[in-house]
């Protein structure tokens, strides 16, 4: 049993319970919207941070911006009991919950929030609905919660603990070459292929509420009254002190069971095999612009691609071809092969939700870790960032020197060492 942590003071009822919950909700309840999305402002983008149609430089291919497409509050209650406080019963007593809902703090396919991406995107939904939100890795208690309380009057209550649930829809800032017309190009933020919802939620509160009490609408206190079937013959008939069964908090947990277990995030799976991969002719080196360095495939399994400098004992690890090209507003995607041990560039599945995960080569298939955006520099430049098109980070490198691995970053490499040059060979 998990209890909870105690503030030194017993709860002095419902009264202060609600005045307290008026004044502390006012501010917030135009911000709970309901159910239905309501798009983000523009205003919620990080100070600095650029716009959608920004001019970009090179140096900017291999960074993203997160910004918010849309967010909605919804009040949510984690843990649940229907109590019964006869004449005879009020007081103070210790009653024990059980879990209604757990909510998981999550950004894409990933509830393992330490990229800088995901914490600035949290941050900003946050700044946009003036709410404190979870920005770190978190999830509600799964576990029983014993709740104090003191019960003033007699009556159907419901005892509950509960946050305000916060999703929406989120999307990527990527700098790459765009057609000015006229046969002319520049480079500028546009709205990168790379997107995904998200999930967060506000501090946990805890009380009692009966089924005649008037409370703020669209509030924690409401949610929990809902659950309270306050209209069934459980909840009018006489009744002895204690629990009472609630039909409507039992299919609400069935369901909130069911909506998680949908959308639970999965690793991924093997990759199936492909028949052929459909390669461009032309091979290239993905170099350090301006240096010697390039990405070089690993001869063992185990190992990762590194930047290592070209020599006749290099055996075509550092040469790669663009395969199953597709283009999609001027955003290449492609899979990168290697000429050298015949794999593809792809994130290791059992590492794929962390950042700085390193880039290996492993048997082409179709997978999603195997498929890269390539954002290009206007024609005449060779130069590009790389990302991964299922975990959306930018591919780099933490510092410029030989046997580096090259890594994943959920923001890019912010000094410009996510940019590279693909040299023809």
Not at 144 to 164: C, H, M, N, Q, V
Not at 170 to 192: E, F, Q
Not at 212 to 237: F, H, W, Y
Not at 241 to 249: E, L, N, T
Request: aromatic letters at 8%; one cysteine or more; glycine letters at 10%.
């Amino acid at each position: 049993m998990r209890h909870s942590r105690s503030s030194g003071l017993w709860r002095r009822g419902l009264t202060v319970l609600t005045a307290i919950a008026a004044s502390a909700l006012a501010s917030t309840t135009a911000t709970a919207a309901p159910a239905a999305a309501t798009p983000a402002k523009p205003a919620t983008l990080a100070a600095g941070q650029p716009k959608l149609g920004d001019s970009c430089t090179p140096a900017d291919l291999g960074k993203r911006y997160p910004y918010i497409k849309s967010t909605q509050v919804v009040p949510t209650i984690t843990h649940f009991k229907g109590w019964y406080v006869t004449e005879g019963s009020t007081g103070s007593q210790t009653i024990e919950t059980s879990t209604q809902t757990v909510v998981t703090v999550q950004v894409g396919l990933s509830a393992n929030i330490q990229g800088s991406f995901q914490v600035e995107l949290l941050g900003q939904v946050g700044g946009s609905l003036g709410l404190n939100v979870q920005i770190s890795s978190s999830t509600t208690s799964s576990e029983s919660k014993s709740i104090s309380w003191d019960f003033r009057r007699p009556g159907y209550y419901a005892l509950y603990e509960g946050t305000r649930k916060v999703t929406g829809q989120y999307g990527s800032l990527n700098c790459n070459r765009v057609d000015t017309g006229n046969g002319t190009h520049a480079t500028k933020w546009v709205d990168g292929p790379e997107s995904g919802s998200y999930t967060t939620y506000t501090t946990l509160e805890e009380g009692a509420v009966r089924c005649e009490d008037t409370v703020p609408a669209n509030s924690i206190m409401r949610k929990a009254q809902d659950l309270l079937d306050c209209g069934s013959p459980a909840a009018t008939a006489k009744h002895p002190a204690g629990p009472v069964p609630s039909a409507k908090a039992d299919q609400a947990k069935r369901d909130a069971a069911k909506a998680a277990q949908s959308m639970k995030a999965t690793q991924a799976a093997k990759p199936a095999p492909r028949a052929a991969l459909n390669c461009q002719p032309g091979a290239y080196k993905i170099d350090v612009p301006g240096k010697p360095l390039n990405w070089s495939a690993p001869l063992l399994a185990n190992d990762g691609i590194r930047l290592r400098e070209s020599t006749f004992f290099s055996a075509h690890l550092d040469n790669w071809r663009l395969c199953n090209v597709t283009e999609n507003n001027g955003v290449l995607e492609a899979s990168l092969w290697n000429w050298g041990n015949g794999g593809c560039a792809t994130i290791p599945a059992n590492i794929a939700n962390q950042e700085q995960a390193y880039l290996t080569t492993a048997a082409c298939g179709e997978d999603d870790l195997q498929r890269f955006y390539i954002y290009r520099d206007v024609p005449g430049s060779s130069k590009v960032g790389v990302q991964n098109k299922y975990t959306g980070s930018m591919m780099g490198h933490d510092r410029y020197a030989d046997g580096e691995l090259i890594r994943q970053y959920s923001s890019g490499r912010q000094d410009g060492t996510g940019t590279y040059t693909l040299t023809g060979v």
